[in-house]
Structure formats: structure tokens, C-alpha cells
């Protein structure tokens, strides 16, 4: 099984009844033998163009882990979904990831150095 990542935008009008529209999502990916580890809801957003008469829409996005066979399957069945305006599956950059991390941790250490040298002078 590997990880990816599902963004979804999702009909602006569902905004009040989003969990029936996210249900339907997860049952796709569970049926496909997945499972979904996170998700990220972004809310209503505007759209850089309109996409099916809509100029808005709902942004989630799911971590899911798939058997690389089971994604085409998911995105043909997520095609068909009315619900779902567009979809994006992408296996995340892990070597990207831990890059940012490990740059993302050097920094606080470096500020925590300069914060205990500030404290020393004073």
C-alpha cells in the first residue's frame, strides 16, 4: 500500500451537508481497499476559473493509502461522482517532505541558540 494524497473540490452547495458528499468519498476509497489516514478541510474557496458553471468550491484533502492498482479505479469512479466538481490524486515527495523538516527543525534550534545567547547578555 502506498500513500497518497486526494484533493477533492467538492459542489459548492453541499457546504451544510458536507459529511454525506465526504462519506461517499471514503466508501470509494475503503471499497477500492484503501483507507483514509487524514483529512485537511479547507473550506469554501473561490476558483481561479469557472469549472461546471461554478466559480466555487469546497476544498478537502485526504491522505489516503491505496494499492497503486486501486487508483485508477478510484479516479474512474470519482469521475462519475456528482458531488465531486475535481480531483487531483498525487503520491507525496517524501524525500521533499523530510527535506522541509529537517530545515524546519535546523531553524528553531538556530533561533532557540540565539534566544539563550540574547538571554546571557542581558
Do not use: C, Q
Not at 62 to 74: E, G, H, N
Amino acid at each position: 500500500m502506498n500513500s497518497y494524497e486526494l484533493a477533492i473540490l467538492y459542489d459548492p452547495d453541499l457546504e451544510i451537508d458536507l459529511a454525506k458528499a465526504a462519506e461517499k468519498v471514503i466508501a470509494i476509497v475503503t471499497k477500492n481497499g484503501g483507507k483514509v489516514t487524514a483529512e485537511d478541510n479547507w473550506g469554501k474557496r473561490k476558483l481561479a476559473y469557472n469549472i461546471k458553471g461554478h466559480d466555487m468550491a469546497v476544498y478537502v484533502f485526504y491522505t489516503v493509502s491505496l494499492d497503486p492498482s486501486a487508483v485508477a479505479t478510484v479516479e474512474s469512479t470519482l469521475n462519475i461522482t456528482d458531488e465531486v466538481i475535481r480531483f487531483l490524486i498525487t503520491k507525496p515527495d517524501t524525500k521533499a517532505i523530510k527535506k522541509a523538516e529537517s530545515i524546519k527543525a535546523s531553524r528553531a534550534k538556530h533561533a532557540k541558540r540565539e534566544e539563550a545567547k540574547e538571554e546571557s547578555t542581558n
